[in-house]
């Protein structure tokens, strides 16, 4: 038996409580821990694990990383990865032949068409033709109107004058028979870039781009040949 105090109501009573068998008692956990472990086998009783061999695994070697040489640039493009060899080069393409430009200066005549004649040479107005055989022409507003040819035949007279000296010049690309030259009379005047601004001739696209803006300006003030065009 055991006596175990209680309080009820204020008064301090004194109970006795029946003490159940040893063998009745419900274990500690500690004492349940420690039971377990007391039965556990020893090192000496624990069963063998099995033995696995692991294959090791394979290692690849990184060769030493070396950057590709730099393409070499020969005769404007890339020639590769390595660079050529003498012997591949190939030689420059030769120089153009500069050719003296080939002037003509003396007194001039007119000649046939729109050429002249300087020193016994025929040398036609480099980059200027005739009109159309229908076209009209005038040199003056009230007059009456005439074949260009023959309006420009008679105005480049009157520039070049009695005995008049010119000074001209044959662009390169031409052959030396019957070669047109730019012209320029004793003021300094071009003779083909007279004759096209007065509209008495047109440019000749075919050889040059020269007067091109002298014709655009006789078209627009209506000069020559543009005023019964």
Do not use: K
């Amino acid at each position: 038996m055991r006596t175990l105090p209680v309080i009820v109501a204020g008064a301090l009573l004194a109970l006795d409580v029946p003490l159940l068998p040893a063998e009745a008692q419900a274990p500690s956990p500690a004492a349940t821990v420690l039971a377990d472990a007391a039965a556990a086998p020893t090192g000496e009783s624990l069963p063998q694990l099995p033995t696995v061999e692991v294959a090791p695994r394979p290692v690849h070697t990184v060769p030493g990383y070396e950057p590709p040489p730099a393409p070499v640039i020969f005769d404007g493009r890339a020639a590769g990865i390595a660079a050529p060899q003498l012997s591949e080069r190939r030689a420059p393409p030769p120089m153009p032949v500069q050719r003296p430009t080939q002037t003509i200066s003396g007194v001039a005549q007119l000649g046939e068409l729109l050429s002249l004649s300087v020193g016994g040479h025929s040398v036609p107005l480099f980059g200027v033709r005739l009109p159309a055989i229908g076209d009209r022409c005038s040199a003056e507003r009230r007059a009456a109107p005439r074949a260009c040819s023959e309006v420009a035949r008679a105005a480049l007279a009157t520039r070049l004058g009695a005995g008049g000296a010119v000074s001209c010049r044959i662009p390169p690309g031409q052959s030396n028979h019957r070669a047109a030259a730019i012209c320029l009379d004793s003021r300094g005047v071009d003779l083909g870039g007279f004759l096209v601004g007065e509209g008495f001739a047109l440019a000749d696209r075919t050889q040059s781009y020269d007067y091109v803006g002298a014709e655009g300006v006789a078209r627009s003030l209506r000069r020559g040949l543009w005023r019964f065009r």
